[in-house]
């Protein structure tokens, strides 16, 4: 095998920390490796972010290794202080088992599970954690973990102001026996994850060190930052879920249309799949004609191609060309092009434009709503809001907020 994967991640700047690089790279150079991330169920969906570790999966198989999709229906039950400012609250186990399975069913279309040398791999580490015995574990594992060390770590460091419970103090103890369970069963060697994963990740290299004698490589990636330090895979109605019945493919065409000059090279590198010079093209075509927006464009198509496929990309993309238009009205037809839509409940009175706003979601306050009518940037039904004491009765409505925002919303009578 060639080492070209860890100078794909280099270019595209997917490197944040990775244990003995240059013996990373002729372990990799040596012959197909199996390579494992694992991805907590702490919603029924994953999100943008979860693109990087996901798709970095997908960079390996293609490289000719073989990836490991871990999903944590047993480390879900304890809960990752990474991250986190405060204790987590623990899940009801029902609810956990469910997410995982949802979880399991998303990330298969990003993976070749097909039988063959490289197929992909879905685990749950529910399967082994849920069996452990308590004293042979702490008798057989636990004693390689030194407590100095457990405290030094940074997701245990940042939280020992605030509190950290004994259950999420262990975490990092269930994450590196799931390394080493994997090593033993399926012989991964390679964990990856987010660069806030460090700890834990390093955790289970040195066990399986400790505990088989043969070396393990961890290689964490860059937690997604935006340029104006506002957080990333956040709008203004919330969270971009990969799952289509949370964030459409429209919504998700949007959010990667509105990304800003400054950060559409690097998302093109870390969320597509375009070489370094295609890369480099769409970046002198940004400078050459930033009101043009091809690269955001073709960043838009392939991340939502990416998640929701061919024909959902496609729908997209004619919607968005057409929130241009001045007349929208073709939102209220069929399933509205797959623009963000709400239906709200029959009320006694008429509502307030600024109302139907915030209760569609459409706006995260009364106070935004109100400022974007008095700034004339709503328009119902192509007539443009004039006052804040215009009200809507039962009906179906195309919103039309700013310059591209389309929604569609039905009051019930």
């Not at 204790?87 to 956990?96: C, D, I, S």
């Not at 770590?153 to 004994?166: D, K, M, P």
Request: charged share 25%; aromatic share 8%; glycine share 10%.
């Amino acid at each position: 095998m060639q080492t070209s994967v860890l100078q794909d991640f280099e270019q595209r700047g997917l490197i944040a920390d990775v244990t003995t690089p240059a013996e990373l790279g002729a372990h990799l150079a040596g012959a197909p490796r199996t390579i494992y991330v694992g991805f907590d169920p702490t919603a029924d969906s994953l999100h943008v972010g979860s693109l990087v570790p996901l798709l970095a999966l997908r960079r390996v198989q293609l490289a000719g290794h073989r990836p490991i999709v871990l999903v944590g229906g047993g480390t879900g039950l304890i809960g990752d202080p990474a991250g986190k400012a405060g204790e987590r609250t623990l899940n009801p186990g029902e609810q956990v088992a469910a997410w995982a399975d949802r979880l399991k069913a998303q990330v298969r279309p990003f993976l070749d599970f097909d039988p063959g040398p490289h197929a992909a791999i879905l685990v749950d580490n529910y399967e082994w954690l849920s069996r452990l015995e308590l004293i042979p574990f702490l008798r057989d594992i636990g004693k390689h973990f030194a407590l100095g060390a457990m405290i030094a770590r940074e997701s245990v460091r940042a939280r020992l102001g605030t509190g950290i419970s004994y259950t999420e103090f262990s975490y990092q103890v269930l994450q590196a026996y799931d390394f080493l369970a994997l090593h033993d069963r399926h012989g991964c060697t390679v964990q990856m994850g987010g660069s806030d994963q460090w700890g834990n990740i390093t955790a289970g290299t040195e066990l399986i060190r400790r505990v088989r004698g043969t070396p393990a490589y961890g290689l964490t990636m860059p937690l997604v930052t935006k340029s104006d330090g506002t957080k990333f895979g956040k709008t203004e109605t919330g969270t971009i879920w990969l799952d289509p019945a949370r964030t459409s493919a429209y919504e998700m065409y949007q959010f990667w249309l509105n990304t800003a000059d400054a950060d559409v090279g690097p998302f093109l590198r870390y969320f597509t799949f375009l070489s370094p010079a295609e890369i480099d093209e769409l970046a002198r075509q940004t400078v050459a004609a930033p009101e043009k927006r091809e690269a955001q464009r073709v960043l838009a198509s392939e991340v939502t191609r990416l998640v929701h496929g061919e024909a959902a990309r496609r729908e997209a993309e004619r919607a968005s060309q057409r929130a241009f238009d001045d007349d929208v009205s073709w939102v209220l037809e069929g399933d509205g092009g797959g623009v963000p839509g709400s239906v709200l409940p029959a009320s006694g009175d008429p509502r307030p434009v600024w109302r139907v706003l915030k209760e569609a979601a459409i706006v995260p306050s009364t106070s935004e709503a109100r400022r974007l009518i008095q700034q004339g940037g709503v328009e119902v039904n192509r007539r443009r809001v004039q006052s804040l004491d215009e009200t809507l009765l039962a009906g179906r409505y195309a919103i039309k907020v700013g310059k591209r925002r389309v929604y569609r919303v039905v009051i019930e009578g």
